[in-house]
Each structure stands twice: as structure tokens, then as C-alpha cells.
């Protein structure tokens, strides 16, 4: 009976176990997770904070699933070492475990900007279910919050309390938000429409410390600015955990890399999701996590299976407003495009056209036609018989279903 560890309990860990357990029914798998709670839909956390969810109602995977699935999890225990040329992994439980194959899916850890005052109470980070809960209860005796970071975590975020009532301000490096998933144009589209919802923004200007100020938090900028607020929430990010892997000298460059089949450096040692870095890509996506994930546990149970990336896509709601990005956005504006814009509607719609395919597309408020644009993208389809009605039928691209 083969032995499977894994590190982690989110996207990749779960895919990986129902995977493993799937075509290796007798053998025995166990998780452990620092988390003190099961695998649960982490990009509901916003929804989580506005009071709109509980957290039974996104979890995924409860006790029932891994008890009929026999998967043995370790809450709140944490690998503390691996020790390859024996296979054992030593957990905070005090216990070692042997391992035939192993996985390492143990995520990303929130970026926490480097400046004085980052430690100061109610200052949070949003990355865990844990953190969401210290948030709500600090909230409970707030009226505002700032946001610090304009990326789409800290806007979600920031709407979720938004929702509970405190007024909320954005301070962002970039001068526009959403650098990653909208272009420039989209960008001033959305904000405009988050500062309707009663958002204010302090964009292009960077955050130089943060203070106590009669008994409130005041965020000092580098233009010479204060913004005094009840709450601070750094949003600046994630980045791969990388703890484990350094002490196991394993290969990294933007995070730990894997081939086709999800194999480290080191044998019979597998890694997938926001940890790994794959033919030169990071993702750091919940599709990407999950593709990873099944890969992984298939070649782990002998299957011989290969990864070949994931089209890189954020599908989105953005303070309620569903956002779907994919491919190259053509975020400096400098190539072909179809824009379809109603300001009325908040409705933003955009093709990027690369050699008479679609290289990439936004779609804001208005998501018709995203499965059969994302085949499209994938494919690397010729869109010329469609490309002179393609506009005025709203980018209907069914012929290619």
C-alpha cells in the first residue's frame, strides 16, 4: 500500500488527494494544513467579511468528505521538516510520518510592505479564513478603513467592509487599479464606478509609514498626506511559501520549479499550485492551483500525466461587479482592439486582435460570450469570417462553438 503525504489543504492539495484517491483506492493519504479549519473557497473571504457567507457556507471539502474519503487531515500541524533519503516529514505535532511520494502544496503567504508601523494593532492582512475573523471583530468598533494596495484582493476586501458600514479609501502605488487584470481605459471605467459606491482612491502615491494618532491609525503618504482611519489592511499581494523548500534546497526561481509532470529536483517529491513556477510561469491562480493539483496527484498514483500550463484568466466580482480577464489585455493600449463601452450599464467589453486571432479579452458587468471568447484565446482561432460583424453583434464568436 503506497503512502501519500501532502503539505497544504487548499486548491492543489484537495485536487491532488481526490485525484490520488481516485485511481489509487487502497492506498493511504494524509494532509496537513496550519489552517485550523478544511478546505474552503478562499476567494469568498470578501463576502465572508461583509457578513454575506459564513464559512460553512464555502467550505468545500468538510469532515464527512475526507472521512468517506478516507483521507486522514491534520489541522492546525505544520511540516517542520522532511527529511528525503529516509521519506519522513516531521510535523509541530511532535510526530514524524513516512511518505512513499509527497506533495508540497503549501500556497502563498500575504506580502506585508516593509515601512514603520506595519505591526500596529489593527493592522491586518487578508490571506486566511483566521484573518478575516480578526478583521470582523476589529471592525465591530470601526467607522473607516483604509486600503493599502489597489489590486483586486484589497477592492474586494475593502467592499466587504464597505457593506458593514465604514467608509473606505484606496492607496495605490499604480496610478490605476487593477494593473494586472484591466487596461487603462477599463481602469477609469471601474473606478469611477466604485467612487459612485462611495470608494475614495489615492492612486500614484506611495505609503510612507503608518502611526498611531490620538488613539486612531493615521497612514502618512509620501506626498505629505494623512489619511486618520480606524483600520488598515495591507494588500500588496502574495508570494509563494517558500520555508520549506529552501531548507530542502530545492530548485527556485520565481518559486519552486517543477516539470511537465509537477517533479521537483529532488525524487518521489512532488509540488503544484501558488507554490511552484512552471515552464518559467508563475500563476498564482485558483484554475492554475487546481490543473496543477490533478496533474500532480495522477503522476503521483503512477499516471503518467502532463501539465502544459493554464491560460492565464481572472474571473472576478469587483464590488459586486463581475470582471472576467484572460490572455494578453493589452494593458498600455498599444495593439488591435474591439471596445464596446455603456457607461449607464457599467459595462466595459475588449478583443485583443493579434494576426487575426483573439490574443486576449476584458470583459466588465457583461460576461455573454466568455466560454466561447476563452476557445477562441486557447485555440489561437483565425476570426476573419467574423471579424467585420463581430463588433456590431456584440463580439458573438458562437461560430466557433
Keep these: 500500500m503506497r503512502r501519500y503525504v501532502i503539505v497544504g ?46 464559512l460553512k457556507g464555502f467550505t468545500l471539502h468538510d469532515a464527512a468528505w475526507y472521512e468517506r474519503n478516507r483521507i486522514e487531515v491534520h489541522l492546525s500541524t505544520e511540516i517542520t521538516d522532511v ?169 527556485i526561481g520565481k518559486a519552486v520549479q517543477v516539470d511537465d509532470r509537477l517533479r521537483t529536483s529532488i525524487e518521489d517529491l512532488y509540488a503544484a499550485g501558488d507554490l511552484v513556477e512552471h515552464r518559467g510561469v508563475y500563476y498564482g491562480t485558483w484554475p492554475a492551483a487546481m490543473a496543477q493539483g490533478r496533474a500532480a496527484g495522477a503522476n503521483m498514483a503512477g499516471r503518467e500525466t502532463a501539465y502544459e500550463g493554464t491560460l492565464r484568466s481572472h474571473r472576478l466580482k469587483v464590488a459586486g461587479i463581475d470582471l472576467v480577464s484572460m490572455g494578453d489585455i493589452d494593458a498600455e493600449g498599444e495593439d488591435e482592439c474591439v471596445v464596446l463601452s455603456d457607461d449607464e450599464k457599467c459595462v466595459y467589453r475588449k478583443l485583443v486582435i493579434e494576426n487575426h486571432t483573439v490574443a486576449g479579452a476584458i470583459l466588465l458587468g457583461d460576461l455573454r460570450g466568455e466560454k466561447t471568447i476563452q476557445a477562441a484565446v486557447e485555440g489561437h482561432r483565425d476570426i476573419a469570417a467574423v471579424r467585420e460583424t463581430m463588433e456590431r453583434e456584440g463580439f458573438d464568436l458562437s461560430k466557433f462553438e
Design 9 to 54: 489543504c487548499g486548491a492543489a492539495g484537495n485536487a491532488a488527494a481526490e485525484t490520488i484517491r481516485k485511481l489509487d483506492p487502497e492506498s493511504e493519504i494524509r494532509m496537513f494544513t496550519r489552517e485550523g479549519c478544511f478546505y474552503y473557497y478562499r476567494p469568498a473571504l470578501p463576502e465572508y467579511l461583509a457578513g454575506e457567507k459564513n
Design 83 to 251: 527529511r528525503p533519503a529516509e521519506k519522513i516529514v516531521a510535523a509541530s505535532d511532535g510526530k514524524p510520518y513516512a511518505y512513499d511520494r509527497l506533495l508540497l502544496a503549501t500556497g502563498s503567504r500575504a506580502v506585508i510592505p516593509r515601512m514603520p508601523g506595519n505591526d500596529l494593532k489593527g493592522v491586518f492582512t487578508l490571506h486566511a479564513a483566521a484573518d478575516a475573523e480578526a478583521m470582523i471583530r476589529w471592525a465591530g468598533k470601526a467607522k473607516s478603513l483604509v486600503v493599502i494596495g489597489g489590486g483586486i484582493l484589497g477592492i474586494e476586501a475593502g467592499n466587504g467592509l464597505r457593506r458593514r458600514g465604514l467608509q473606505v479609501a484606496v492607496v495605490g502605488r499604480n496610478k490605476r487599479l487593477l494593473p494586472k487584470q484591466m487596461d487603462a481605459a477599463g481602469a477609469v471605467f471601474l473606478q469611477r464606478r466604485l467612487e459612485e459606491m462611495g470608494f475614495s482612491f489615492h492612486l500614484g502615491v506611495t505609503p510612507r509609514e503608518i502611526a498611531r494618532l490620538d488613539g486612531r491609525l493615521a497612514v502618512r503618504l509620501e506626498d505629505g498626506s494623512t489619511l486618520e482611519t480606524d483600520m488598515v489592511l495591507l494588500s500588496a499581494g502574495a508570494a509563494p511559501d517558500l520555508s520549506l523548500a529552501r531548507t530542502l534546497g530545492l530548485k
